[in-house]
């Protein structure tokens, strides 16, 4: 299976530039989406295809990469971005998850 | 809008079974494939399958052949997962939703707890 690795944890003030990074075990091409999950919720869509924004999410949030190396950006980071942040692939059967990443807020 | 509404939680037994649901509404069941997650507290997400629910197709991930079963109805615009032969490590949370590749729309999911 295709393995997407993440950093546990990342602490920013408000205000910030914040990256998160994905890394995958072998290509995904493009296949790779962005999920936010705040505690006792569903996971919500912010990021498809590596860098399509999808609808309602708003523009502070970006993402980018392709191959191997992906990372999802917010701009600035206001305190509701207080979240976990999955990294997911669809090019490899089966689709994976990463494992996270702990967004903090200082 | 898209809604995904599921069957409420679930405290088992180890060595049972048991089916949860997910009714959709909001948009033609029968044309977008019905995805099943799986969450362990504090761990991530794993991808255990999904159903057309137009023709009854399945898929699933190899690490859960024997372990889910996933179902439709299109009567009532109902997904179900059938899971057998429980163990500790079927403790978790259960999303549906639904997309291609991605999955725009999730349940709030069915937290299983299987515990004697």
């Known amino acids: 299976d295709t393995v997407l690795t993440q950093s546990p944890t990342l602490a920013v003030s408000p205000g910030e530039r914040v990256t998160i990074s994905c890394r995958a075990s072998?290509?995904?091409?493009?296949?790779m989406h962005w999920y936010q999950q705040k505690p006792g919720q569903q996971p919500k869509l912010l990021i498809f295809?590596?860098?399509n924004l999808e609808s309602g999410v708003p523009a502070r949030f970006s993402g980018s990469g392709s191959g191997t190396d992906f990372t999802l950006t917010i701009d600035p980071v206001e305190a509701s971005d207080t979240a976990t942040y999955f990294c997911q692939q669809s090019w490899n059967d089966p689709f994976t998850f990463g494992t996270g990443t702990k967004l903090e807020l200082k | 809008q898209v809604q995904l509404q599921q069957s409420g939680a679930e405290l088992v037994k180890p060595g049972s079974s048991v089916k949860i649901s997910c009714k959709a509404s909001?948009?033609?069941?029968?044309?977008?494939?019905m995805f099943w997650i799986k969450q362990q507290p504090g761990n991530g997400l794993e991808w255990i399958g999904w159903i057309y629910p137009g023709n009854g197709n399945t898929k699933y991930n190899q690490k859960f052949n024997g372990k889910a079963t996933l179902t439709a109805d299109k009567s009532s615009s109902t997904a179900y997962m059938h899971l057998s032969s429980l163990t500790s490590e079927d403790s978790a949370i259960y999303f549906c939703a639904i997309g291609g590749s991605f999955f725009e729309h999730w349940g709030q999911g069915v937290m299983v707890t299987v515990s004697s």
């Open positions: 072998e290509s995904v091409t493009t296949r």
């Open positions: 909001g948009y033609t069941f029968t044309s977008y494939d």
């Open positions: 295809g590596a860098s």
